[in-house]
């Protein structure tokens, strides 16, 4: 199995909204991560999760809020949410510090 | 702080072969990946550099030179599908090899 699944793959959610993002993987990887795209942008990272713990954070505004239950799933909360933050959000995860990230699908948001 | 510039776009010819550059500023790391992502996808992990030298995986090679501060991804035998986005990443040493920052980004167009 060398997938990481996110869950919704769209999601339309107003300004006062809270929502939550998923995602899963069952490679035993132990970091994941959240990142960010605009269109014709790279992947910007938000987040990353090692060993369960987050270890990084870009910076990131408190409207976004990880969550990293077990080591399997990673969610990314969400409220207060502005236009601008619209964008593809993809969660990723990679076994060590000696490889690359493995991909999800995506969640294709907009802000309304 | 990481940055890597590569070739916003890139054109050839069916079954030709391409070099896409990727040269970096970091204050060191552990190594570069290269993804794809086609138009409404997400990145696919494609190599990984952790040493210097040549990574050669079916059509696709990697190569990093850390005194040249440059590596690059070739394409052989391009094929229409090929026609995508390219990033290449580094694995900073920020938070033990978590950071995973990606590159500018080329467009690939390959034309029959």
């Known amino acids: 199995d060398t997938e990481v699944t996110q869950t919704p793959k769209h999601l339309v959610m107003g300004m006062t909204n809270k929502k939550s993002l998923k995602c899963e993987q069952h490679?035993?990887?132990?970091?994941m991560y959240w990142y960010k795209q605009k269109a014709k942008k790279p992947p910007e990272l938000m987040f990353v999760?090692?060993?369960?713990?987050?270890?990084i954070n870009e910076s990131v505004p408190s409207r976004f809020s990880p969550e990293c239950p077990n080591s399997s799933l990673l969610n990314l909360h969400l409220h207060a949410l502005q236009p601008e933050d619209s964008a593809l959000y993809l969660c990723?995860?990679?076994?060590?510090?000696?490889?690359?990230?493995?991909f999800g699908q995506g969640t294709r948001l907009t802000v309304v | 702080g990481q940055s890597l510039e590569q070739p916003s776009e890139v054109t050839a010819v069916e079954g030709a072969i391409v070099q896409i550059n990727c040269t970096y500023q970091?204050?060191?790391?552990?190594?570069l990946s290269w993804y794809q992502q086609h138009d409404g996808g997400a990145p696919t992990f494609l190599s990984y550099?952790?040493?210097?030298g040549l990574e050669e995986t079916g059509r696709f090679s990697s190569f990093l030179s850390r005194s040249d501060s440059y590596g690059y991804l070739l394409l052989q035998e391009l094929q229409m599908k090929d026609s995508a986005s390219y990033f290449c990443?580094?694995?900073?040493?920020?938070?033990?090899?978590?950071?995973?920052?990606f590159g500018t980004g080329t467009q690939l167009k390959v034309e029959l």
């Open positions: 990443a580094v694995r900073g040493v920020t938070g033990g090899g978590n950071k995973l920052t």
């Open positions: 999760y090692s060993y369960e713990k987050l270890s």
């Open positions: 490679m035993g990887h132990r970091a």
């Open positions: 990723a995860s990679s076994p060590d510090s000696s490889s690359g990230a493995f």
């Open positions: 970091t204050s060191g790391f552990y190594g």
């Open positions: 550099n952790g040493l210097d």
